[in-house]
């Protein structure tokens, strides 16, 4: 059975319990569950992790070669910045989905560039906790073709 | 039963015709079908519409508001240019998803820019034509909600 | 009898009916018949139009030769990106008053910059409906001048 | 009876007596009496002062509150560099209309941007001394309105 | 016999009418009749428009592809702005000659970028009427090669 | 017994009695009374000054040499555009403390620059009325070492 | 007891060893002393933390909610990069007192800028390890108001 | 029998030995010969030279005064840097058409401006070998008119 | 007899007394004699003033219009900002040589912008005191020619 | 013996598994045995780490201190955006030599900017594997010097 | 006797033939002979020297070592691009005063840059052709000092 | 025997007479000697050339072709600036390292820009004279892979 990695950055161990106006209600817990039904729904596998550290979620893309075949990664604010992880996903060649619950473009400029969205296979930006139900979907959907 | 609009933007007709390594196979036809049956499949009737005029997408917008309960727009080549597209979105007020078949920020400088961006609901960029599919889903999930 | 020409560009026939805390409460066709009687009083024909096509502005501009001693320009969206609107003034030769309803330089940075300001006569700018009336008035004192 | 200050900066005292082909053959006394004139003829006082220095503009602004309905600023040179004016008006709160005889978009890049523009009310650009009329007019409407 | 496309954009049929000291006394009826001769001598079809309308510009160049041989394109203020002109000849595939009648490079600075040339065959800038003759030549010597 | 000079610039004189909600309730004085409060439990003479004009900024730094200790300085909107005070600084060589009582990092961007900052012997910003306190503390401290 | 935290980024358990001329001899235990007692005094428990690593930095301001009343944040170099750092302030909603032992602002162009500065409730810089005295008494004053 | 300079700069006398890919085939004596050949028919004399040294081309220019009625300038690399070319072009008053064999406008950012454009009486560029014959025509239109 | 005004601005009174390394060890005193001095013996009356505030350098070089025949400026701080001054010198039409003591180009990079550069007859600059006297000397040669 | 440590960054665990074409087909396990056998020719010991953690890698430096005389470090994606590997070094003052295995220069803009480099003794850049041997033979001399 | 270095760069052996309204009527001879004479009145030799070729202007600078006291450079168009003359200034050692006979200020903004202001010991720009006895005289006042 | 080229540019046959601090006691002669030395050591014959000359440099590097092996670049001051050297690397194809003595990345703004190094094999920079022995050494390795 094809397995998906959803990964999750820095602060999304926070969704839910600040600033739900910006991000909703629900818990990255809930989001994890969210993602393996829909797996189980579409034959694949969902493993979901976090990290706030950056050297945590290279070393997560590295050893997904062979493991997985495809990355939900919402980098979080490492997205704006980390060259590491862009490299990391071109070293290991598992096609990313990068994913934003927000809007990122209705917000500050420097949440407007994306380090990792060259060298992403696509983006889900702003539509909420069912982005990630989305991208999962989008794989089953590449994975078929 | 809920109305969806596809509003396709300057040479999204020739789509299947020339730069296939770019765009695909498929033609605007093709994904016109697609997205009428995806919406059909969730209850949703789903409007195709397309123009290489920006005058046109803009009056297209401006007579969405009762009519649709929400726009998928790919406005090509006027994403990057068009505050007039921006302010109808603002004035209309009917949600937008804003849709790029390829991933533009793995292209050209200037394709990395959106005056659309900030004022849709949500984006969906480099997923193919799955990506009209999924927009409608969206759509459907939000109107669920 | 002198007569002025009021063109409006995109999105400016939907005053009245979306975003009043912005805009007004007017729509289009009040502020019309405002520039008619404002006219009517200084001895001014004056003739409105409106296009969501950069195109049709163009071409409006192009056959005021002759036919309008002044124009009343609010570009809307355009006034930030149109090349073609300030050649064709240029072109034309007829007066231009820029205007805009509401203070663009209190918005976002890209409604700060005008293609039209540096070939237009002058400019009114955030004094709402009644800056039109005000630019028609400036017409008057330049024709009796 | 409503009262309206008009403000000018440095140099507007030399208006008339150099560069006229840009600035017009009107003295500065002509102006302050055409504004008082208007006034008469509107129903409001109108008080006229200049000053080179950016310190005194910035008292007769503060002193303003209270004293006067609206103020008439053309703050010259200093439009371009004075955050201490614009502070000035926000802690004041006497509406404002910026005003330039010249039309500033049309001549050197640094005149382009206003540190007044985004907290006034409104403006009035390049109309020539016309100008004040019209501006002390926009007070009259928005005091009846 | 091949043919040229000789496609003009807007204002250009304003020539010699207006600011011929920039553009010449030469008129668009006047050049399209030299375009035409100049084919005839050298063995080529030659058809000639204009239009003020971004989109209208983009209709013809899809629609020049089995139709014409080259494209000879006076985008005029569309040059400096136009994606969508650039995306329709990337998506048509008909060389194109980018045309300016006066030398861009020595006018404002927003005139030296063209969005065109990076996909453009050769540009000829500069050279008056002259050009639109020249830049057919470049496409007889190009058809005989 | 050392003496300190508390230096407040352009419109700090209106404290309290306009925008509380970003400066809060106290009046100049009332932070004068503190400041020269807080000096005499320190063993330190204080002396507050304001002024609307850099001019009188620039004499007040420049006769500070040999007078006082230390300069707590809120140049206000001085802060971002004045070299003048900068250089007079310099050219004094009496250690300054530059001081915001709100968060400038927090507002537009023109107020994150500062020409003082580099010359200062240090910064205390949006504390508050509480950081003039802080500022002449820190000078106890220094004179102390 | 309300309590602090006092946490420091990468580098500055280097303090008094390296660079003296620039950071001071204290170390960062005698720093650590010196808050701990300046907290004391003032009736705050004060708990001081250093990492070399962002992701711990991070970790350490999410779990300060409920345990802690206020940080004292020098994040060393992260300050001028880490959006992770920005967004788990304002995620965790404990008030930030940004701190640097020396002026930024007469060094390097890239240490002018600091991703947290606009989150944070203030700043203290340039002060020396007198800053992080202050830093708790801001907090005290802030406490007890 | 009037006469062109034709001038070829920096790395031109490479043509048709390295990178034919991008230049072509054609060696810089084929050009050469072929000029000639067009002047001939044309009716004017033709001069070519070559060097790789900034000063010499320098030196070609000013001397061309009263020696010749027209340049057509590749200056290679030093088109883009030198405004010893372009201060020699002002000097010596003789009319340059600058020529480019490939399309610089697709090529690096750093080819696509030219320091002697806005002094140049035209351009054509990316037309291969072609041009520069194109470009003696043109000057053969221009004494001819 | 002809005159010179040399007007010096902010913190030019400070010169022998601070940073002695930087700009010399003569006073302003010295150098005024040293200016009349030199006037004296080139038949030049000289009048030296100086002021830290920047509205009565406006003041002195408007009242110069009539009564002097050249300004030797040296504007300090102001040179770099103020778009007044250069108003002044438009408005005034009296020939003016800007003047600095030090090197500005050897400084930070905001001393490298002079708004009075454009306007000024020329520039002496890091030529120390003697500046003075030759620019002197430069009006001296200018009125005999 | 003198030492050496040889520092690498994130990613650089994945040489020769992935993108060969630029990296070349050796593993770090190889360049690490081929810098101890370098070491051993030259007289030095060399010790060789690796880490994806940006942490990691400061406290390998800030340990470095008496126990390396020299670090070569393949910073990786950190070398464009660390300050604290910056700082680090700095506060260690062990002499670092910068390497990259490919031209960074060839590649994305992104990629030519180092934070390291102003505060390296030297650079190594695009050697390949070599550039290792070359560092560590540099360090050799210097130690010999 | 001490002796000065008069430096002319490119196209400045054009001076009095062309461009007159911008560079005077006198040749670079009659600037010679005068450079000469001002120089035996002061007790100078002078020696004057033109080229068009940067590489020439750097031997030139190379050589003066320990044969010059001076050099009045006019680099004329490498003024604002040769790092080479830079560097050869600094590597020479020999006091060095730019100058530029017309006021580079008011003209093309990449005039206004200078990459020998920096390492010069003073500047005279704008002055005409006085000012090369200007900058001799300068020397003279240095050599004398 | 292979063969290298050392080609140095401007300024460099000034080293160890002038700024010793900056760039080592040892003369260029040194230098030229030990890359000889060092060639003879590892079965390379070494040629060492130095000019000035921009153009002379381009004429050295075009004839290197089917002459050398490789070349040493020390472009020197053109390093920042010639894309004529560009060029002629590129037209020519023998693989070039480019090397600067001291760390340009530690020096100014100006120097940290290559226009060769896109196009070189590698480089060596801020290693000193050594730098020199290790990029021919670099070759050696290269030649017997």
Redesign the interface.
């Known amino acids: 059975m094809p397995s998906i990695l959803v990964l999750n ?3 999304l ?2 969704l839910g ?3 739900p106006g910006l991000y909703g209600a629900k818990t990255l817990s809930d989001i994890d569950e969210m993602c393996r039904a829909t797996g189980a729904q579409l034959g694949l596998e969902v493993d979901c992790r976090q ?6 979620l ?2 997560a893309i ?1 050893t997904s070669a062979g493991a997985f075949d495809g990355i939900v990664l919402n980098a ?3 997205t ?5 992880l ?3 996903i ?4 598992v096609p990313v ?1 990068e994913l934003h619950i927000s ?1 990122v ?2 917000r500050e400029d ?3 560039e ?2 990792i ?12 906790p ?2 990630y139900a ?1 991208a999962i ?2 794989f089953a ?2 994975l078929n073709a």
């Open positions: 950055g820095p602060n161990n926070m319990k600040r600033e990290s706030n550290h950056e050297g945590e290279v070393d590295q979080g604010a490492y704006h910045t980390s060259i590491a862009r490299d990391a071109l070293a290991t060649g989905i809007n473009y209705a420097f949440r407007h994306s380090k969205a060259p060298v992403a296979a696509g983006l889900i930006v702003g539509l909420g069912d982005g989305l979907r989008a959907q590449r």
